[in-house]
């Protein structure tokens, strides 16, 4: 069974610091992996989608590295902001199934 | 378009009642995902449905839950006998054609069991 991890479970910042959240996963054998974000009571949005073949996703401030070999994932937010204050998940894919991490939740101090 | 959309996004019940939850997947996705996200946690896969039928239900912890797709459009995720520790948001996606499409989430319902 897919054991995903997210390491810290909570970070908290000054804005203009740069954030990284980690993800690690016991079975390399996935189809991609996803990083998703999280606001209070709400639905997940999606941010950024690594396939296996690739070894990082950017878009914006965001980049997402992926090592399927050693079963790591990273998530740089550079330049953070009071709005990206939120909790991160990633998920792995094996197939149709989602594994989700517990999350990393992140304040950003104005 | 109109995204995936969860009725109620809040429902209170107490312990040993029957509830519905109702998912609303985007038009056309054939496949249909329900997943439970506990407190502190991340979501849980439950079932997943291709077209009318469940492909996959092994995630649903007992046979107390049930769920069902009659039309291969709508779904609705039933519990029967609530237990507080059913307490928890369920969150239902969608894709186009299952498999690894991208899975569109919705916002979820929050059932608290009383």
Do not use: M
């Not at chain 1, 997210?6 to 079975?27: H, M, W």
């Not at chain 1, 998530?75 to 998920?91: H, K």
């Not at chain 2, 069902?68 to 894709?95: F, M, N």
């Amino acid at each position: 069974k897919q054991e995903v991890t997210q390491i810290p479970a909570a970070l908290s910042v000054p804005e203009g610091e740069n954030l990284v959240l980690n993800c690690s996963f016991t079975d390399s054998a996935i189809y991609n992996l996803q990083w998703f974000r999280q606001d209070p009571g709400k639905g997940l949005t999606s941010l950024l989608l690594i396939q296996s073949s690739q070894r990082e996703q950017t878009s914006g401030r965001l980049n997402a590295s992926l090592d399927k070999s050693s079963g790591r994932s990273t998530l740089y937010i550079a330049a953070s902001q009071p709005g990206d204050s939120a909790t991160y998940l990633c998920a792995v894919r094996d197939d149709y199934k989602l594994s989700f991490g517990a999350g990393t939740t992140v304040t950003v101090r104005a | 378009g109109a995204g995936v959309s969860q009725t109620p996004s809040n429902k209170v019940t107490e312990k040993g009642k029957y509830v519905e939850l109702r998912c609303d997947p985007i038009s056309g996705h054939t496949a249909l995902y329900w997943y439970r996200q506990s407190l502190g946690q991340g979501p849980e896969f439950l079932i997943y449905f291709q077209g009318t039928g469940a492909a996959d239900d092994s995630g649903l912890p007992n046979d107390r839950f049930f769920a069902v797709r009659p039309e291969g459009s709508v779904s609705t995720l039933k519990i029967q006998r609530t237990e507080r520790g059913d307490s928890a948001v369920y969150l239902c996606a969608s894709s186009s054609s299952g498999g690894r499409d991208t899975q569109y989430f919705g916002p979820g319902t929050r059932l608290t069991v009383l």
